[in-house]
């Protein structure tokens, strides 16, 4: 079948800088896909070293970008996202490190047998070619996302956002740099080029040189690839997740699980949103949580029952009306309810949810169950945190996104969610009749 090529403007004789990337990106996923995994893993050791080596070079490019952004006010969640500190490197090289130990997914015989009439069948993983990636400030998504591709045997097409543009500049220049040591094309991993929203939509559009785009950051964003790309798009979700404390929730662990959740680190996706509370222990348990999440510096969006008890205790509560229930705060807030069972929590989730991870906390079998049965989630945590929802806490080494759809990937994206199949048939002479 004849590759499509991307599609050109009436009268465009030449490429721009995004085709033209794109199309040494397929010439250098063409190098890569058969290079053996001895190479990928040497390139991935050599980004880990060239990563710590260039530590204070990252540090300087992104104070950049953490001065532009806190000079045009941006939240602080988010600069908190855009910051590399040489904890945070060492971190990310750890993860990659990690990336180097895991199972190799390119070839892996997925399914075999023998025909009757004697072919030999094998379904065989393979990468899925160019990948895309369209994300918002984190700029440790750009080497996470090098590192699973490079692993899983495909290039990679970075657009980070203009916030990071300098961190993810002097990123990808350390990532070309440790490519090209171990003997791979340095164009495998590239910066798209320029930063206007028109480079954007050209990528958007590369259909036939990208093979997939997967995008990463607010509601908006995601909203804008998934309904206006003509490449194949792996949706990513926002993370408006729940914590349902059960009426037979041990009330200490319900107390660690929720504070973590919430505040361990509130500006990311798999941070908890709202907490759901059974009014069978509310009377007990609103008190305290109040007194734990105000400690740890969360302010409390709450209905009526919420409000009251925070009065009782002399803790500012604020109403909480429908734009709270479906917030992504991405900060030390919370939405919080008191609901009369398990099965109206699950209502609430049902409603209000983006599918991303949903937390129970109780010691009753049969109602974590229920819970885990009724709602529908990429991620459903029994008696623990949120934020475990991430590829590294999973064991996938670091992750490309996290899905919330239903088609080829959801949850972690690791190794084998970067790849796709193909079927490999061998016969002696065979002919259909």
């Known amino acids: 079948m004849r590759r499509m090529s991307a599609p050109q403007t009436s009268g465009q004789t030449t490429d721009t800088p995004v085709v033209a990337a794109a199309r040494r990106a397929q010439t250098a996923a063409a190098a890569l896909a058969p290079a053996p995994r001895s190479t990928r893993d040497a390139a991935l050791e050599a980004i880990a070293r060239a990563l710590t080596d260039g530590t204070e070079a990252i540090v300087a490019a992104n104070a950049d970008d953490i001065a532009r952004a806190r000079a045009a006010g941006t939240p602080e969640s988010i600069v908190d996202r855009l910051t590399l500190t040489p904890e945070r490197i060492e971190r990310i090289a750890a993860d990659v490190r990690d990336v180097v130990g895991l199972p190799d997914p390119v070839g892996q015989v997925q399914r075999g047998s ?46 980070g956002s203009s916030s990071a543009h300098a961190s993810n500049t002097a990123l990808v220049a350390v990532l070309r740099d440790a490519v090209q040591e171990a003997g791979l094309p340095a164009d495998v991993v590239q910066l798209v080029p320029g930063e206007s929203r028109e480079s ?15 995008p990463r950051g607010g509601a908006s964003l995601i909203r804008t690839v998934v309904e206006g790309s003509t490449v194949p798009v792996i949706e990513t979700g926002t993370g408006n997740c729940h914590v349902y404390i059960d009426e037979a929730a041990d009330l200490d662990s319900a107390l660690e699980i929720l504070v973590n959740s919430k505040a361990q680190r509130p500006s990311v996706c798999n941070a908890a949103e709202t907490v759901l509370v059974h009014a069978g222990i509310a009377d007990t348990f609103l008190p305290r949580a109040l007194d734990a999440l105000t400690a740890a510096g969360v302010t409390v969006h709450g209905d009526d029952a919420w409000q009251k008890a925070g009065e009782a205790a002399g803790t500012k509560v604020l109403p909480a009306g429908e734009q709270d229930w479906a917030e992504e705060y991405l900060s030390y807030d919370i939405a ?16 209000w949810s983006s599918g991303h991870t949903e937390a129970v906390v109780t010691r009753d079998t049969a109602a974590a169950r229920r819970f885990t049965a009724l709602v529908d989630a990429a991620a459903v945590m029994v008696n623990a945190s949120t934020r475990f929802t991430d590829g590294s806490q999973f064991g996938f080494g670091a992750e490309i996104g996290i899905s919330t759809q239903k088609l080829h990937a959801r949850g972690p994206m690791g190794l084998p969610e970067l790849t796709s199949t193909k079927y490999v048939i061998t016969g002696e002479g065979h002919v259909r009749g």
């Open 114 to 159: 023998t025909l009757p009439n004697g072919l030999e069948l094998r379904q065989i993983r393979v990468p899925l070619g160019v990948v895309g990636i369209v994300y918002e400030a984190r700029p440790n998504v750009t080497v996470d996302a090098a590192a699973l591709c490079l692993k899983s045997g495909n290039a990679v097409l970075l657009r």
């Open 200 to 214: 954007v939509t050209e990528l958007m559009r590369a259909r036939g040189l990208v093979d997939v785009l997967i």
């Open 336 to 351: 919080a309810a008191v609901v009369p069972s398990l099965d109206a929590a699950v209502e609430h989730i049902r409603t």
